[in-house]
């Protein structure tokens, strides 16, 4: 509960920042209208020669490309700024800061940091998601709608695990900056469902990077393909990621000196 | 008029001695930068392969062995791209650091040139185990002429400069306004498409061909590819280097102006 509360003072406090500079808004319009313009770009493309690929539609794929755009807005806006901003603190040793703090490490430097203009991305997400419901015609029961929100949290919380398993290697590899390279290269794949990858490219984009269940998993439940054995499976991956999470932040902060903050 | 080109050398070769010297401490940095950037080309394969084989084998004249040993060689000529970037330039102007580098003797343009061409020494070493995995793992093919291998040597430099100069050019929109990220974006945008990143062009309608050869993109990008991996025939070979000759030209004339315009506009604070 402590941890939500201090969430949520935290995005008060960043939004209000945020919030003074107004016209970054445009520029995240551009920016993500840009993006989601490329993906469609490369979707047109592949369709102009094939009609499914590997067994998915258009639309299908169009909904892949709005979880992806959907989970890329999350990450950019809560994921990403605070796993940045904690390789600079352990670079710096400014994490003395947080250490002192009379609260949870693993939560102060998780929630401290929100980019509220990434918001663009996930209502763009939505939006996309929606045109590709229309097209399919289908109808998205209660049920899939709930099993697409629970497999969206599921895997959004399982991004966060990886980033910041990643993240703590920091504590012994000072300079990490390339690491959100390397995220965002690996996301990237996430595009497409991870059924066309070849089954290594498919296991470690499952178990590694969990891009299977950020973004394939979620569209699976908006296309009918999402099993509840499935489903469970990921709720059972995503607690054992957060449990080893913790164990290896304690692990890494304990080889944490800082040095001149 | 000799010692003046010995002592440009001399300051090319110190900077790039510098940058191996740098770059080589942080080779897990390198790798997991590398390996992001692995991810690009590995999934536009996988899946224009996958189109390849719904189509009965190929793609816009390319099988699947083609089109591996496209993106492989990508991987190498995406590294080349990498330049000092207008982001870089954005910073410097902002932070004021960019006072110090007007007292060196030389245009700061050479000093970047310097430095990142010996990264890139340190860049094509870390690159060769991984061609050497994702040959394995995707199986290329292609018919290569020593010709072709020669070209490519050259063109992949000739890249790294035309490059290095369209975004040094591009860098002085800074001096007039520090938020340029949204034009810089449709820049890069543009460059992804229509320069054989994002798929070889010989998938691109006839009109975007038409196009993207009039512009300097596919010849930093797409033609170093196909000089070796392509079957180019030799007048295309001398073609592409005589196009990379013209851009580097173009490039630097424009840099040379822009530059001395946009630095008077230059004032610091601190830095």
């Known amino acids: 509960m402590r941890a939500i509360s201090l969430f949520l003072t935290f995005l008060r406090v960043g939004a209000l920042n945020e919030l003074q500079y107004r016209a970054n808004l445009a520029i995240q319009l551009l920016e993500s209208g840009i993006s989601v313009f490329t993906g469609l770009v490369v979707l047109a493309l592949v369709f102009s020669q094939v009609p499914a690929l590997n067994g998915w539609s258009q639309p299908e794929l169009l909904a892949v490309l709005g979880v992806y755009t959907l989970v890329g807005g999350v990450i950019g806006m809560l994921i990403q700024p605070n796993m940045e901003r904690l390789i600079t603190d352990v670079r710096q040793g400014t994490l003395d800061y947080i250490l002192t703090k009379p609260d949870d490490s693993q939560v102060l430097v998780s929630v401290r940091e929100i980019r509220i203009w990434r918001v663009v991305d996930v209502i763009l997400g939505f939006v996309i998601i929606g045109v590709a419901l229309v097209q399919l015609q289908g109808t998205l029961g209660p049920l899939d709608a709930v099993a697409f929100v629970v497999a969206l949290l599921l895997g959004s919380a399982m991004v966060y695990c990886f980033w910041l398993l990643l993240t703590t290697a920091a504590f012994w590899i000072v300079r990490m900056d390339e690491i959100v390279e390397l995220f965002m290269g690996l996301y990237a794949s996430g595009r497409w469902p991870v059924t066309i990858y070849p089954d290594w490219l498919r296991f470690g984009l499952t178990f590694l990077v969990p891009v299977a269940f950020a973004v394939t998993i979620p569209a699976e439940a908006l296309t009918g393909r999402l099993t509840p054995e499935l489903l469970a499976g990921a709720a059972a991956f995503a607690l054992a990621l957060l449990l080893v999470t913790r164990w290896f932040w304690r692990v890494g902060l304990r080889r944490y000196a800082g040095a001149s903050a | ?271």
């Open chain 2, 1 to 271: 008029m000799i010692a003046s080109a010995r002592s440009w050398v001399d300051i090319y070769l110190t900077e790039m001695r510098i940058a191996i010297q740098q770059q080589l401490q942080y080779r897990v940095a390198n790798y997991f930068y590398m390996i992001g950037m692995i991810a690009e080309p590995v999934i536009y394969l996988v899946v224009w392969t996958t189109v390849a084989e719904q189509q009965g084998g190929a793609v816009g004249g390319l099988d699947s062995g083609e089109l591996a040993a496209y993106y492989i060689v990508w991987t190498l000529v995406r590294n080349m791209n990498i330049v000092f970037t207008p982001f870089g330039w954005e910073n410097r102007i902002r932070e004021g650091t960019f006072s110090g580098e007007l007292l060196r003797p030389m245009h700061p343009i050479h000093y970047d040139l310097g430095y990142f061409a010996g990264w890139k020494v340190v860049v094509i070493l870390l690159w060769l185990p991984l061609a050497a995995v994702l040959s394995l793992l995707f199986h290329p093919t292609a018919t290569i002429t020593p010709l072709g291998v020669v070209t490519f040597a050259i063109a992949i430099w000739g890249a790294y400069l035309i490059r290095s100069l369209n975004q040094s050019s591009l860098g002085m929109v800074t001096f007039w306004t520090t938020r340029v990220g949204p034009v810089f974006d449709i820049y890069f945008t543009a460059e992804l498409l229509l320069s054989g990143r994002l798929v070889p062009m010989s998938l691109m309608p006839d009109w975007v061909q038409q196009i993207a050869w009039l512009l300097p993109f596919q010849w930093t990008f797409g033609f170093p590819i196909e000089a070796l991996v392509g079957g180019l025939s030799p007048e295309q070979l001398l073609g592409g280097l005589a196009m990379q000759a013209l851009w580097i030209a173009i490039g630097a004339v424009v840099l040379r102006r822009m530059f001395s315009i946009a630095v008077r506009r230059y004032s610091a604070v601190g830095g």
